[in-house]
């Protein structure tokens, strides 16, 4: 059974800094795409960033480029995020998920990426990061 679970939230001023972790285990298949959404009050989840596990080739939103830096450690598992510059917007509940794909690097650079969040078939629980002004 596949599993992720966030850790690494909390509340931070503006213009700080968090790192999220997902921890994955379960995965047997040979490639597949880890993904990071946000949800805020109010608002529809959207995609923050994915990686491949096959390159660590990256995807980001416009709305963190140059801010967050996804990252993935085959060897732990786990998929990182590190979070600079905070703002208050990016406050929301942070989710990992994890799409099996068929090309892990094609799918990140070239193919969905973020828009498709049906194929992203497994969730975490989410941690809550808030922002103060």
């Known amino acids: 059974e596949v599993q992720l679970v966030e850790s690494g939230g909390g509340l931070v001023r503006a213009g700080g800094s968090l790192r999220l972790s997902c921890a994955v285990s379960g995965v047997t298949f040979d490639e597949y795409v880890i993904g990071w959404f946000r949800q805020a009050p109010g608002k529809e989840r959207e995609g923050v960033s994915c990686?491949?596990?096959?390159?660590?080739?990256?995807h980001y939103a416009d709305t963190v480029t140059g801010r967050f830096t996804i990252s993935i450690d085959n060897a732990k598992n786990t998929v990182y995020l590190q979070l600079n510059g905070l703002k208050p917007e990016d406050t929301a509940v942070y989710y990992c998920?994890?799409?099996?794909?068929?090309?892990?690097?094609?799918?990140?650079?070239?193919?969905?990426?973020?828009?498709?969040?049906?194929?992203?078939?497994?969730w975490g629980p989410g941690t809550q990061v808030t922002v103060s002004s």
């Open positions: 990686i491949s596990n096959r390159g660590r080739r990256t």
């Open positions: 998920a994890v799409a099996e794909v068929g090309n892990s690097a094609w799918y990140v650079t070239r193919g969905p990426a973020l828009s498709t969040q049906a194929d992203y078939h497994t």
